[in-house]
T-cell receptor, first 112, second 115 residues
Framework: KAGVTQTPRYLIKTRGQQVTLSCSPISGHRSVSWYQQTPGQGLQFLFEYFSETQRNKGNFPGRFSGRQFSNSRSEMNVSTLELGDSALYLC???????????FGQGTRLTVV | AQSVTQPDIHITVSEGASLELRCNYSYGATPYLFWYVQSPGQGLQLLLKYFSGDTLVQGIKGFEAEFKRSQSSFNLRKPSVHWSDAAEYFCAVGPPNQAGTALIFGKGTTLSVSS
């Protein structure tokens, strides 16, 4: 079956703009988590959605938000982009029983 | 505070030699434990996981890990390293009731393999 799909793979934005990233989970998976990966801070948990509801949230400012649709696809939005938001954003989906997170290849966001 | 420590930022191992990557964690209860591998420009692939039971767990690609509760450690091992094992390795912990989500990662260990 198809894996976790993230689009776009690469993105360049200007400081102050906003951006939306998309994640399609593995078919049947209802939980989608988002992570930010930077060289300095490593992998940090942003938030998790389950059945269209945010179930867990990491320690990020309100500029970072997300949502999940009825088909489990998820989007995350970053408003008022800052240079420090440049990162690889990874999405992971988890299926019934919550035993393993499957990761997508990520979206590389560069803020200039 | 919950955290994961991988003391070794970079390790170089000769091809065919054994490997051990260290991981220590701090968590309120016994978490679910994971090791992931990431190749350049790629997402994360799960190597193995520990939830309960036998403290020595086997994973893919010949990797194994041992959970030691008294030391809050979950070290990754491989008896004989192959050049294709060169990558970045991450140890992670997650809440026991939501095993695959809200993971806390260590900063990673980069493995180089010399011939």
């Amino acid at each position: 079956k198809a894996g976790v799909t993230q689009t776009p793979r690469y993105l360049i934005k200007t400081r102050g703009q906003q951006v939306t990233l998309s994640c399609s989970p593995i078919s049947g998976h209802r939980s989608v988590s988002w992570y930010q990966q930077t060289p300095g801070q490593g992998l940090q948990f942003l938030f998790e959605y389950f059945s269209e509801t945010q179930r867990n949230k990491g320690n990020f400012p309100g500029r970072f938000s997300g949502r999940q649709f009825s088909n489990s696809r998820s989007e995350m939005n970053v408003s008022t982009l800052e240079l420090g938001d440049s990162a690889l954003y990874l999405c992971a989906s988890t299926g019934q029983g919550n035993t393993e997170a499957f990761f997508g290849q990520g979206t590389r966001l560069t803020v200039v | 505070a919950q955290s994961v420590t991988q003391p070794d930022i970079h390790i170089t191992v000769s091809e065919g030699a054994s490997l051990e990557l260290r991981c220590n964690y701090s968590y309120g209860a016994t978490p679910y434990l994971f090791w992931y591998v990431q190749s350049p420009g790629q997402g994360l692939q799960l190597l193995l996981k520990y939830f309960s039971g036998d403290t020595l767990v086997q994973g893919i690609k010949g990797f194994e890990a041992e959970f030691k509760r008294s030391q809050s450690s979950f070290n990754l091992r491989k008896p004989s390293v192959h050049w294709s094992d060169a990558a970045e390795y991450f140890c992670a912990v997650g809440p026991p009731n939501q095993a695959g989500t809200a993971l806390i990662f260590g900063k990673g260990t980069t493995l180089s393999v010399s011939s």
